[in-house]
């Protein structure tokens, strides 16, 4: 529950910014004494009653001493009069000369007997007169007469009036240091701000230090004079909109906490920016990683829960519990609300994700629709939003009734249009002319008590004579908290998993906005979206004022989050967490198509996760260390046995080392220039050689000498891959070419035939292919990452993902994705259907080679640094310092318990888990 208590505890205080008008402001407060007018003095004076008046931009509030009497409100607009009262010469109440006296025509009559129901209005013009103790009238009069003449003017002209008499209030109220906590914290920056919280906006000083940030409201209405944070104690902080401006932040000083303990927002765009660059710059704040990087890859992968998930896209999206305009917004997932059981492995149960509300009704839409073509510019498909404080309200009366009293004017809504039955909202959602509303976090998160009304509130009787009580449930729910549960079950299930992307596609993602939301009928109010309208630049106060009260009444809609579609989640399965870099000591399955033909490492159904096979281990252990090459070495890889290492290097030779006899077993000159890359066969009798002369060799381990010589590019070849018949040659002439493949025992010319050559704008540095040998990754050395398919030839996108070279690009085993590593240090993957990326890490170095089973990778680096990542957690598992110079490749065995390394250094690495 982001507000509202549970309805046990009272406050001590029971005035509160929500008996006033969202948005209006409180000054301060006097003792007075409130003596009823009318009355002969002696009556007056016996019955009179203690308390404090409370001075706000709009009304006048009296709140008396004795909690069993009402508040009483006077509008400032219903007041004629607000003078110092006149009494006989012999008055003892006007004694001191001290009586304020207002007259007005209305007063509200606000929690009598402190309990929370809707006002009582009293419609008679009446003198009201109130002594003042500890003051004197000429400190209190003006500024009230100030105010009651503000109120006789045009709503916006009462605006910028109050406006100027905050701004001449502030500018008067500095920063009292006493408050400091200690004499030796440096003042960094002081600025004046509004402190937000649900429906309120209370105006205070801002002032950060070298160790704390503060918080002085302008007013006494908090319990504490001056509000301290601890920069230490900031885990993160976020730049915020409010009201569809850039002006807010929002501190947070807990790791996980879904509710913020400071929303601040200043007045323009630039004073935000100053005030959190002051904050995140100093020493004492160390903000926590929050996995953003790689949410949405957490979430494909199973790791994060759908409604993790939700909650991250709206908290980026910049909805806030603390602004009501931008709440939380959650989907209405089950459809079904009238078996006596709920099941949730029946389709039907469930609520089409792929149509907003509006569209879910075919009748409804058609009316919509033909409303929409006959209607002028800006046009609109629904006239109210799926998000507004009015709809977070309704859901919330019975634990936050103050906020509809406060939205409402002082009144509840009738009950039969109040939130009385999950079923009767569902269905009037899916059949009423302008109810579009979706759901909000508690719906699948709290233990229901928002749907019991445990304070027992007066929302009044329906028509059918009976009283508005507790929600009325589903017959398949047993209580409140029994829903709760079932609808976080039926969010969490597999078909909202596999749906939800497209839900996410229409509230934040490319149906949001353009020919994709007409095509979705997902189009709503302009002045919902962000960027619609730039109050800043509005000169008329009275049209922007007409806007902002637009903005506050229809909600406002998510920042757009994505500019394509959302990536599907990944059906979970018992071998969701299968990895190519680990084997078990049982038998591996191979999913490729050719699994004797291919040398690359791809997933197996009975191999377990590097980050569990490294669990409780110390890391990794040198085993073997050999400067093998006179230059860079360029490629290295293990034998599938595991008995044999091959390597490359620019210094043209080939060498074979023997793990079981610790020797050297070859060294071959393969060419006269550099050689950049090598595969080994499955019977690990063939090589195929990649070489800066632009030729590929096709090498004989059993033989002992080259059996064929390809010249396959114009430039250096940078990278081979050979799987299932199909050798992927990459060359700096910013080709990648295509090779049918026969490659067998004996030292008979080989066959090499080119099938396809695929150009890019630059030179290649990297590429592969998928298990199945049906899409092509390349990675260029602008940056740029190509997805080609291997039957049409053609590209199917290109990503612009690196600022520097794409040095190793890899496909995880089910194809669904893609990593790569560059020279601006970043890890990136990309989900191939989508084009979204999903994860994205730096790693402060640049990265020259990796070895991915889709969860973990481990990363060469180029300060000589291995490095184990589990992508899906975001979290490190090893490093351990391997070369001198840069880790240039690297190889894992299939059992993934023994990682070879070739460096700059001209090293080759063994090693081995300890």
Not at 24 to 34: A, L
Not at 429 to 451: M, N, R, W
């Amino acid at each position: 529950m982001a507000f509202g208590g549970d309805g046990n505890d009272q406050q001590k205080e029971r005035f509160s910014l929500l008996l006033l008008d969202p948005g209006e402001i409180y000054f301060e407060d006097f003792g007075v004494f409130y003596y009823t007018h009318g009355l002969p003095e002696e009556e007056a004076i016996r019955r009179k009653t203690r308390g404090r008046i409370k001075m706000c931009s709009k009304s006048v509030v009296f709140d008396p001493q004795d909690v069993m009497l009402p508040m009483l409100k006077f509008p400032l607009r219903s007041c004629t009069a607000i003078e110092k009262w006149q009494g006989p010469v012999t008055s003892r109440i006007d004694a001191t000369g001290n009586v304020i006296m207002i007259e007005s025509s209305q007063v509200y009559q606000m929690k009598e007997g402190n309990v929370i129901a809707p006002y009582v209005f009293k419609k008679k013009k009446d003198k009201y007169l109130f002594s003042l103790n500890f003051v004197t009238i000429e400190d209190v009069l003006p500024q009230m007469q100030q105010l009651l003449r503000a109120s006789t003017l045009t709503a916006a002209d009462q605006n910028s009036m109050i406006a100027a008499i905050v701004q001449s209030r502030q500018a008067r109220v500095p920063f009292n240091t006493s408050w400091l906590e200690t004499l030796y914290e440096k003042i960094v920056v002081e600025m004046v701000g509004d402190k937000i919280d649900p429906l309120v906006v209370n105006p205070g000083r801002i002032m950060i230090t070298s160790s704390r940030l503060y918080f002085q409201p302008f007013n006494n209405i908090d319990p504490y004079p001056v509000l301290k944070i601890k920069l230490s104690d900031i885990k993160r902080i976020v730049k915020r909109r409010f009201l569809l401006r850039q002006v807010g932040v929002e501190i947070f000083c807990s790791e996980d906490g879904l509710k913020s303990d400071l929303f601040l927002t200043l007045k323009d765009h630039s004073l935000r920016d100053q005030l959190y660059d002051s904050i995140v710059k100093q020493p004492d704040v160390k903000l926590v990683e929050t996995g953003q990087e790689n949410a949405t890859l957490r979430w494909q992968s199973g790791v994060m829960s759908n409604f993790d998930y939700l909650m991250y896209l709206n908290n980026i999206a910049d909805r806030s519990f603390n602004d009501l305009t931008q709440y939380p917004v959650f989907p209405w997932v089950v459809a079904d609300y009238a078996s006596a059981n709920l099941d949730l492995s029946r389709p039907e149960t469930y609520r089409d994700l792929s149509k907003p509300i509006g569209a879910l009704n075919p009748e409804r839409l058609h009316r919509t629709l033909e409303r929409y073509h006959d209607m002028p510019e800006p046009k609109f498909m629904y006239g109210s939003h799926y998000s507004t404080p009015g709809y977070v309200v309704y859901y919330l009366v019975r634990v936050a009734p103050e906020y509809m009293l406060c939205l409402q004017n002082g009144r509840f809504d009738q009950p039969d249009r109040m939130f009385l039955s999950i079923k009767e909202t569902w269905r009037n959602v899916l059949t009423g002319a302008s109810d579009v509303k979706e759901l909000i976090p508690e719906f699948y998160q709290t233990a229901g008590k928002f749907l019991v009304n445990a304070q027992h509130l007066k929302l009044g009787t329906r028509q059918d004579g009976t009283k508005a009580e507790d929600v009325e449930l589903p017959p398949w729910a047993a209580d409140a908290d029994d829903f709760v549960q079932k609808c976080r079950e039926a969010l969490e299930s597999d078909y909202v998993s596999s749906h939800l992307h497209e839900w996410i596609d229409l509230i934040f993602g490319y149906k949001q906005r353009g020919e994709a939301s007409e095509n979705a009928y997902n189009v709503f109010y302009h002045l919902t979206y962000e960027g619609a309208v730039d109050l800043d630049s509005i000169a008329d106060p009275n049209e922007r004022l007409s806007l902002e009260a637009q903005i506050m009444e229809f909600g406002q809609t998510p920042k757009q989050l994505f500019h394509g579609p959302h990536p599907q989640r990944f059906k979970q399965s018992p071998n969701t967490a299968n990895s190519v870099l680990m084997g078990s000591a049982g038998k591996s399955e191979s999913l490729r198509t050719d699994a004797t033909d291919s040398s690359a490492r791809v997933l197996t159904t009975k191999s377990c996760h590097l980050a569990a096979l490294w669990e409780g281990r110390d890391g990794l252990k040198p085993v073997y260390e050999h400067k093998l090459h006179k230059d860079t070495v360029t490629s290295v890889r293990l034998a599938p046995s595991g008995k044999t290492i091959f390597s490359v290097s620019q210094d043209s030779l080939m060498k074979m080392y023997s793990l079981e006899e610790q020797r050297q077993q070859r060294s071959i000159s393969i060419s006269n220039m550099a050689l950049s890359s090598c595969q080994v066969m499955a019977d690990s009798k063939t090589l195929i050689i990649g070489s800066w002369d632009n030729n590929v060799y096709i090498y004989s381990v059993e033989y002992g000498h080259i059996l064929d010589t390809v010249l396959a590019h114009d430039d250096a070849v940078s990278c081979i891959q050979y799987q299932g018949g199909l050798l992927v040659s990459a060359s700096w002439d910013s080709t990648v070419k295509l090779w049918e493949c026969k490659i067998g025992g004996g030292a008979k010319k080989q066959q090499l035939q080119l099938s396809a050559e695929l150009d890019h704008d630059s030179g290649v540095v990297c590429a592969c292919t998928d298990a199945g040998n049906t899409r092509v990754a390349s990675g260029t050395e602008d940056g740029t990452l190509y997805i080609w398919s291997v039957e049409s030839q053609y590209v199917l996108s290109r990503h612009p993902l690196h600022t520097g070279a794409i040095h190793t690009v890899s496909f995880s085993p089910e194809g669904q994705r893609v990593l790569t590593c560059g020279a601006d240090h970043y890890l990136r993957v990309l989900d191939v259907t989508t084009g979204t990326e999903v994860c994205a890490k730096d790693l402060e170095e640049p990265l020259r080679c990796m070895v991915w089973d889709g969860e973990t990778v481990i990363v060469g680096g180029e300060s000589g640094n291995v490095l184990a990542w589990d992508l899906v957690n975001l979290q490190p598992i090893a490093k351990v310092c391997g070369h001198a110079g840069a880790v240039t490749c690297i190889d894992v065995s299939e059992d993934g318990r023994t990682i070879v390394t070739g460096g700059e250094d001209r090293k080759v690495c063994l090693w081995k888990l300890s």
